[in-house]
C-alpha cells in the first residue's frame, strides 16, 4: 500500500474510534485508540533506532498496531500483539489486512499477563498500551525476555497518572535504564537501556 493510502486508512480508522468511543457508554467496547501525533512518533521512533521484535500490550482494533507493523515492514521486523477482547481481536485482523500489514503482526487474543508470561522474546521494544494497573507485572514477567537495548513505552502517563505511578515506580527501580515524559498525547513514558 502507497504511503498516501496508508495515512488515509489511518486517518480514517481514528475517527471511526473517535465516533465509536463518543456513543458507547461501556468502556470495554471503546476503542481508546492512541493520539495520532503519539503514533506517528512512535512509528519514527522504531524506524529511526531500527527496532525489529516489538511488543504491544492493547491491540484495540488496530489502529496503533498498524503504525507499528508500518515500522516493522521497513525494518525487516515483526509485532506481537496483545488484547483480551475477541471482537476487537477480529477487527484488529481486518484492519492489519486492509493496510496490507497483517503478515508483519503475531496476534494474541487472551489477558496480557498470561500472555506475557508464555512469549519467549526477545522483544527490543515494549510498548504498554492497555490495562495500566497490571503494567509492573508485565514487566517484572518481561525483564528476563528484553534486549540489552530495550525501549519500553507506555501511554497515558499524563491522563491516567494515578493507575501509571506503580508502573513508573518499578521503571525507577530498574538500574541501567534512562526515562523520560513527553507530553505528547495523553502523556508518553520513555525508558531506554543501553546495552
Not at 496503533?64 to 521486523?77: D, E, Q
Not at 481481536?89 to 494474541?108: K, P
Not at 499477563?113 to 498500551?129: H, I, N, R, S
Amino acid at each position: 500500500m502507497q504511503k498516501a493510502d496508508l495515512y488515509a486508512l489511518l486517518e480514517a480508522l481514528y475517527e471511526e474510534g473517535q465516533r465509536n468511543d463518543a456513543q458507547e457508554q461501556q468502556r470495554s467496547k471503546k476503542m481508546l485508540n492512541l493520539e495520532p501525533e503519539t503514533a506517528h512518533f512512535v512509528h519514527l521512533l522504531l524506524r529511526s533506532s531500527r527496532r525489529t521484535r516489538v511488543l504491544e500490550i492493547g491491540t484495540s482494533n488496530g489502529y496503533s498496531t498498524i503504525w507499528l507493523a508500518w515500522a516493522m515492514s521497513l525494518n525487516g521486523g515483526r509485532v506481537t500483539s496483545i488484547d483480551r477482547d475477541a471482537h476487537k481481536h477480529v477487527l484488529a485482523d481486518e484492519n492489519l489486512r486492509r493496510a496490507r500489514l497483517r503478515e508483519f503482526v503475531d496476534l494474541h487474543c487472551g489477558d496480557a499477563t498470561d500472555v506475557v508470561a508464555y512469549l519467549a522474546g526477545p522483544f527490543d521494544c515494549v510498548f504498554f498500551d492497555a490495562d495500566r494497573t497490571s503494567a509492573p507485572e508485565q514487566l517484572a514477567l518481561l525483564l528476563p525476555k528484553l534486549t540489552p537495548d530495550v525501549l519500553l513505552l507506555a501511554d497515558n502517563v499524563l491522563s491516567h497518572s494515578n493507575e501509571i505511578a506503580a508502573y513508573l515506580r518499578a521503571l525507577e527501580a530498574l538500574p541501567d535504564f534512562d526515562r523520560i515524559v513527553l507530553p505528547l498525547g495523553k502523556g508518553l513514558s520513555i525508558a531506554y537501556r543501553s546495552s
